[in-house]
Structures are given as C-alpha cells and as structure tokens.
T-cell receptor
Framework: GAVVSQHPSRVICKSGTSVKIECRSL??????MFWYRQFPKKSLMLMAT?????????EQGVEKDKFLINHASLTLSTLTVTSAHPEDSSFYIC???????????FGPGTRLLVL | AQSVSQHNHHVILSEAASLELGCNYS??????LFWYVQYPGQHLQLLLK??????LVKGIKGFEAEFIKSKFSFNLRKPSVQWSDTAEYFC?????????????FGAGTRLFVKA
C-alpha cells in the first residue's frame, strides 16, 4: 500500500519557538494532503486540507497564521507551528490522497511537546 | 451539520467472540465510507471502504462492514475476534464538496480483546 512518512516523529521545543513538521508521500503523488490533530482519547480533528500548488483550506477555529501549511510539491507538505505555546502540545497527523481515489494514507504522526 | 457517531467508546471482548461496532453518519449528499484501525503504537491504517456497489464490503483480517443507506449506517463486524485485534477503530465519511472532499471521523472505539 501507499506509504506516508512524517518527520520528526517527536519534538520538544520551548514556548515561543516555531516547529516545522514534514509529511511526505513516498510512493505516490499526493494531490491532496490533510493535517489532523489528535487529542488524548479523542478522535482526529481536521485542521486543514491542502492541494498541491494552492493555498490550504483551514477548518473553522484553526488559525491559519499560527499553523502555516505549505504543499509545494506532489510529495511534500509541511506544517509549521509558529510561536508555539504549551496548549499546542498534541499529536499531529498528516494524510495524503491521490487524484484518482479518495482513500487517505496516514503518516505515523508527530508528537509535539511545548515547554 | 455533517457528523459521524460511533456508538461505543470502549468494548471488551474475549477471544472468539463476535464483534459489531456501530457507526452512523449525518450527511445528505454523496458519501464514501471507511473504517480505519490504529493498533497500539502504530499509525492509522485502512481496514475497508465502501464507494459503491455491493453494500457488504470485506476488508483485511476478516473484517466486513455493511452500508445501510436508509439507516445512514456503516457497522463493522467480525465473526471471531483475536487478541491481535486490540486497537482503536475509527469510522469515517468522505463528504463531497465543490472543492473535492472532506473526511469526518467518528470519535473512535477502543477494542480490547482478552486472551
């Protein structure tokens, strides 16, 4: 099956710094990538949808200036958490889908801890 | 509003017991339906999906799900569970929109299978 990687798998940073998370589709071209946030014992919350070469579409309540998403190529999307605060600590998951099917393939997630 | 409801948050079964996890969705348009599984320490994986055709779909590891359009349901079943089925199961619906699609996840059901 299709493989999606995320880097880093976990990151600890100081409050006020920015953190970049990469999401790569390794063996297919991902025209659409999704970014989710998963809270403990809760479901996945969609943060934004990004189509290659276009601006991301953010869900209601998600600050686009805080969570910068770039999808510059068909195999790479990045999420940058700017000026991170402890409340941004969470598990961030990306997924990717090709233009030919709506099935999403998920990355392993990135655990962010902001001190 | 679009939503996905999973009936049980936690399920505990003994090995060889039968499993049925309920899932209902709320969306009036065209939908594609999915069940994803997240094993402990692993990322989300596709278990099965329904796009069209036979409403009874078979997935990996002996799982199946039945789409009942009149009930807006897509329940997951397995006749005989194994200890290795211990995981969290997410029902998801792709709701089509003009820009493509958006995935709505249920809250998840944690299944624990006793050996």
């Amino acid at each position: 099956g299709a493989v999606v990687s995320q880097h880093p798998s976990r990151v600890i940073c100081k409050s006020g710094t920015s953190v970049k998370i990469e999401c790569r589709s390794l063996d297919f071209q991902a025209t659409t990538m999704f970014w989710y946030r998963q809270f403990p014992k809760k479901s996945l919350m969609l943060m934004a949808t990004s189509n290659e070469g276009s601006k991301a579409t953010y869900e209601q309540g998600v600050e686009k200036d805080k969570f910068l998403i770039n999808h510059a190529s068909l195999t790479l999307s990045t999420l940058t958490v700017t000026s991170a605060h402890p409340e941004d600590s969470s598990f961030y998951i990306c997924s990717a889908a090709s233009s030919t099917e709506e099935t999403q393939y998920f990355g392993p997630g990135t655990r962010l801890l902001v001190l | 509003a679009q939503s996905v409801s999973q009936h049980n948050h936690h399920v505990i079964l003994s090995e060889a017991a039968s499993l049925e996890l309920g899932c209902n969705y709320s969306y009036g348009g065209t939908v594609n339906l999915f069940w994803y599984v997240q094993y402990p320490g692993q990322h989300l994986q596709l278990l099965l999906k329904y796009f069209s055709g036979d409403p009874l779909v078979k997935g990996i590891k002996g799982f199946e799900a039945e789409f009942i359009k009149s009930k807006f349901s897509f329940n997951l079943r397995k006749p005989s569970v194994q200890w290795s089925d211990t995981a969290e199961y997410f029902c998801a619906v792709n709701a089509r929109n003009t820009g493509g699609f958006k995935t709505i996840f249920g809250a998840g059901t944690r299944l624990f299978v006793k050996a």
